[in-house]
């Protein structure tokens, strides 16, 4: 019996993710701007590969360490998918990375192929969010109670807005063409660099 662990894979964020199915975040899964974090792009590519072959050479290419090499990429590999993510010296935690699901169709290999920020970390942020949020709520009321000092409604203010400053941060740079970002152009010509294909569709 094997037991299928590729959820524990460092992974794109997905419009089919639980914070993506609430109503008022729903809308932006699919919004092109650079202050919208939760912006998930999502391509389909195909080649005439064999899918363990793509995941073998997929995983040929990535670093055993997070060192230079020479696509400068980092990532995992794991029966059926993939993510890849640039690697760089300048490197952070809003770095948007891709992930790929290989399936086969008459001899074709299909690349469903996602470009979002890291799914844990946007889980993380947003229990953050609401933690912040909470808090700064609790100041607010203690000062109009009239029992904690008037610094309090600026700290609770602050916080509250600590959230959407996160999120904005996790931006990423919208391509000449307004409907794609920069980051996914380029994650985009490695995979086809590296298993032959080509984009079909993106949306």
Request: charged share 15%.
């Given at each position: 019996m094997v037991v299928d662990l590729s959820?524990?894979?460092p992974q794109a964020l997905s419009r089919r993710?639980?914070?993506l199915r609430v109503p008022f975040l729903r809308a932006l899964g699919s919004r092109a701007a650079p202050w919208n974090s939760l912006w998930?792009?999502?391509f389909e590519l195909a080649t005439p590969q064999r899918p363990e072959v793509c995941e073998r050479l997929i995983d040929d290419a990535l670093p055993r360490w997070l060192l230079p090499n020479q696509r400068w990429i980092a990532?995992?590999?794991?029966?059926?998918?993939?993510?890849?993510?640039?690697?760089t010296a300048w490197h952070n935690s809003y770095r948007a990375m891709g992930t790929g699901e290989l399936s086969s169709?008459?001899?074709?290999t299909h690349i469903r192929f996602r470009v979002g920020l890291n799914r844990l970390g946007v889980y993380?942020?947003?229990?953050?969010?609401?933690?912040?949020?909470?808090?700064?709520?609790g100041m607010l009321v203690g000062v109009l109670r009239g029992g904690a000092p008037l610094l309090f409604a600026a700290?609770?203010?602050?916080?509250m807005s600590l959230p959407a400053a996160m999120f904005i941060a996790g931006g990423r740079s919208v391509g000449p063409d307004g409907r794609r970002s920069e980051e996914a152009d380029r994650l985009l010509?490695?995979?086809?660099?590296?298993?032959?294909?080509?984009e079909l569709a993106s949306s």
């Open positions: 959820f524990l894979n993710s639980w914070l998930v792009e999502t990532g995992y590999v794991w029966r059926g998918g993939f993510t890849i993510y640039r690697l169709d008459r001899g074709i993380a942020l947003a229990l953050l969010a609401v933690l912040f949020v909470l808090a700064g709520v700290i609770g203010v602050v916080m010509a490695i995979v086809a660099d590296l298993v032959g294909a080509e």
